[in-house]
């Protein structure tokens, strides 16, 4: 564990300089990117260590690993988010646990999140994901739906569009997906500009491991990062 905690110590740091250097290079401040580790199948002990170190968001994918992890995570220095595809199910599971839920993709889903937070007497953030590469395999709406779901969820009680999301195609080489960051990017300053109402747009999250330095350059202002991290990870 010692090892372990050493080398993400070392990843964490060279991280926090590529963002950093990425977002000089995109004309912004370190302070305008967040950092989100992503924790899936990482052990809660290491999660916490990540944090101690200065880390400030923490996102898991599954339902059932996040309420597995939940009452040992030092959620007193970091927000807990929800990247994972989301069944309307286990929404309820989830509401009130979460500070953002940052993959809701359909009408159904965002109305059931407003139901539990109303239920709950919480008011939740969520992202819309948005399925850039149209791929059949991945979750997110189309990109010319967009416009048509925040149209018909932007009046749902207790919930708030604070932005949007993407999973771009994996591929070899990052700069491949520098079309799909700037199309993404595209969207998201084309939505914040007509100001519709109840709607914001805070925060562009895009880009992994992989890509993440890309992402920032094409403008994101959110980072999912996991196995750069937290090293390379069985699933």
């Not at 040992?72 to 309820?92: C, E, M, P, T």
């Not at 109840?198 to 992402?215: K, V």
Request: with cysteine.
């Amino acid at each position: 564990m010692e090892k372990l905690f050493r080398d993400i110590e070392y990843n964490y740091n060279l991280i926090e300089e590529r963002i950093s250097e990425a977002a000089l290079k995109a004309g912004k401040k370190r302070e305008d990117i967040t950092f989100l580790a992503a924790t899936k199948t990482v052990d809660v002990e290491v999660i916490n260590y990540a944090i101690s170190l200065g880390l400030k968001y923490i996102g898991e994918n599954k339902v059932q690993e996040l309420l597995s992890k939940y009452d040992n995570y030092n959620l007193s220095d970091a927000s807990l988010h929800f990247i994972g595809h989301l069944q309307s199910n286990k929404v309820r599971q989830i509401v009130g646990k979460v500070d953002l839920i940052q993959s809701v993709d359909s009408v159904k889903l965002a109305k059931e999140i407003s139901r539990q937070s109303l239920k709950n007497n919480v008011n939740t953030d969520i992202l819309v994901e948005v399925n850039i590469g149209e791929e059949e395999s991945k979750s997110g709406v189309k990109a010319e739906m967009v416009y048509e779901l925040l149209d018909e969820i932007k009046n749902f009680d207790n919930i708030s569009v604070k932005g949007l999301m993407c999973i771009p195609p994996i591929c070899n080489c990052p700069q491949k997906n520098l079309k799909f960051f700037t199309k993404m990017n595209n969207i998201f300053i084309d939505i914040s500009s007509k100001k519709l109402d109840n709607i914001s747009m805070d925060i562009l999250s895009m880009g992994m491991s992989a890509d993440y330095y890309e992402a920032i350059l094409s403008g994101a202002n959110m980072v999912r990062v996991g196995s750069s991290l937290f090293g390379a990870r069985n699933y």
